[in-house]
C-alpha cells in the first residue's frame, strides 16, 4: 500500500468531488470513507488507475450519504406531519440513531458531533463553527465516528443513559458561532421524551429547561460571569421554569428516582426562591444526598459541601471539604468561597487566585481573578 499515493491523491479527489456538487464537508467524508475502502481492497487487488478509482468510490459514497439524509429528513417531515401520533414503539429508527450516535465505543466528543449532525440535522460546518475548530477538523472527527458505529446493529434497545449523558454534553457545550448548542440539546431532548415514556428522560429535559431560564441573567453587560446569588431574578423565563417544575413533578410521582431529576429538584429549588437569602438550602442538602447515594461522584460531594456551607455555616462547609481530595476540578474555588464566608480573607484571595490559574474557560478565569483581586482590596484598605 502506497500511502504517499493516497496522500498525494486525496485532495486532487476532494477538489473534483467538489467541482462536481458535493458540499465541502460531504465531500470530505466521502473521500475519507474511500481512502479507507482502498486501504482495504488495494492491496489484493491494486487498480490501474487509482484516482480514477478513488473518484469512482467517493462519488458512490457521498450519493449514498445524500441519498440516507434525504430519507431520514423525509422520515422526520412526515412524523411533524403527523396531527396527533400515537405510542411510539420501543425503538424506531430515529431512536436508533440516539443509540448509535451514543455507542460506547465513541469518545464523548464523537457522540457528540454525531449526535448533532445524524440526529440534529446540524451541518458540519455549523458544529464547526459551535466548537469554535475548523471544518475539515470536525468532517474528519464525524467520519472517524460513522467508521467506528457503522457495522453496530441493534438486537435490544440501547442504553438510554448512555443517551441521556450524551444530550447532557451537548447541553454543557452552550452557544457559539451561529448554533446554540444548549437550545438544540433542548430540542433533542424534547423529541426523545415525546418518543419513549422514561422517567429520567423527563428528568432531564426538566433540568434543561430550568437551567436554560435563567440564562440571560448568568452575564453582565461586559460579558463577566453573574454568580446565581448575585442573578437578577426578574430577568429569569418563568414559563420555561414552569414547564420544566410541571415535567419534573410527573416524573417524580413516578418513584423511580434518578440522578437527572435529582440534579433538577435542586435547579428548581433554587428557581423557586424569589431572593437567594429565601433559598432552602437543607432541602437541597438533602437531594444532593439522594445524587451522592445514586452516583457516589466526587463532584456531587463538592457541590453538597457548598450546600452544607449554606445550609448549616462555612465551617461545616469546610469540614465537608477536608474528606474530599483537592485535586477535583474547582475544589479551589469551592474552598475560597467557604473560606471567605468564615472570615479567612487572606485564605480565600490565594486560593481564589489558585482556581482562576486552574480555570477552564476564559470567562470562569476573569470571574475568579475578579474576585481575588476583591478581597486583596479589601485587606489593603
Known amino acids: 500500500m502506497d500511502e504517499a499515493l493516497l496522500r498525494s491523491l486525496t485532495p486532487k479527489v476532494l477538489g473534483i468531488l467538489v467541482r462536481r456538487g458535493a458540499g465541502f464537508a460531504d465531500a470530505e467524508d466521502a473521500v475519507q470513507e474511500a481512502l479507507v ?6 492491496p489484493s487487488d491494486p487498480p490501474r488507475d487509482p484516482q480514477g478509482w478513488l473518484v469512482t468510490v467517493a462519488w ?6 445524500t441519498r440516507a439524509d434525504a430519507a431520514r429528513r423525509r422520515r422526520e417531515e412526515l412524523v411533524d406531519e403527523e396531527p396527533e401520533p400515537g405510542p411510539a414503539p420501543a425503538v424506531d429508527d430515529t431512536l436508533q440513531l440516539y443509540f448509535l450516535c451514543a455507542h460506547p465505543s465513541l469518545t464523548p466528543s464523537s457522540a457528540v458531533a454525531l449526535t448533532l ?20 477538523t470536525m468532517a474528519q472527527r464525524i467520519s472517524r465516528a460513522k467508521r467506528t458505529v457503522s457495522g453496530v446493529r441493534f438486537d435490544r434497545p440501547g442504553d438510554v443513559g448512555t443517551v441521556l449523558r ?19 440539546a433542548i430540542r433533542l431532548t424534547r423529541r426523545l421524551a415525546a418518543a419513549i415514556d422514561h422517567p429520567e428522560v423527563a428528568g432531564l429535559l426538566a433540568l434543561m429547561l430550568i437551567h436554560h431560564a435563567r440564562r440571560a441573567s448568568r452575564t453582565a453587560p461586559d460579558g463577566s460571569l453573574v454568580p446565581l446569588a448575585e442573578q437578577d431574578r426578574s430577568r429569569w423565563d418563568t414559563r420555561s421554569i414552569a414547564e420544566g417544575v410541571e415535567i419534573l413533578q410527573a416524573a417524580l410521582a413516578r418513584d423511580q428516582l434518578g440522578e437527572f431529576q435529582a440534579q433538577a429538584a435542586i435547579a428548581a429549588l433554587h428557581a423557586d426562591a424569589r431572593t437567594a437569602e429565601e433559598t432552602d438550602w437543607p432541602q437541597i442538602v438533602e437531594w444532593y444526598d439522594e445524587l451522592v447515594r445514586l452516583t457516589d461522584s466526587p463532584v456531587v460531594r463538592l457541590n453538597r459541601a457548598v ?28 474552598a475560597a468561597h467557604l473560606h471567605e464566608r468564615n472570615g479567612d480573607l487572606a485564605t480565600a484571595a490565594h486560593l481564589y487566585a489558585e482556581a482562576a490559574a486552574k480555570a477552564s474557560n476564559l470567562a470562569e478565569r476573569d470571574h475568579l481573578t475578579r474576585q481575588a483581586a476583591r478581597i486583596n482590596a479589601q485587606l489593603r484598605g
Open 37 to 42: 475502502e482502498a486501504v482495504r481492497v488495494w
Open 307 to 334: 450546600a452544607v456551607g449554606e445550609a448549616d455555616g462555612p465551617r461545616a462547609g469546610l469540614a465537608e471539604l477536608e474528606t474530599l481530595d483537592s485535586g477535583l476540578p474547582r475544589y479551589a474555588a469551592v
Open 166 to 184: 450524551v444530550l447532557y454534553l451537548v447541553f454543557n457545550e452552550g452557544y457559539s458561532g451561529d448554533v446554540d448548542l444548549a437550545a438544540e
Open 60 to 65: 458512490r459514497k457521498f450519493l449514498d450519504a
Open 117 to 136: 449532525r445524524a440526529v440534529g440535522g446540524l451541518t458540519t460546518r455549523q458544529i464547526a463553527q459551535a466548537y469554535l475548530v475548523p471544518e475539515a
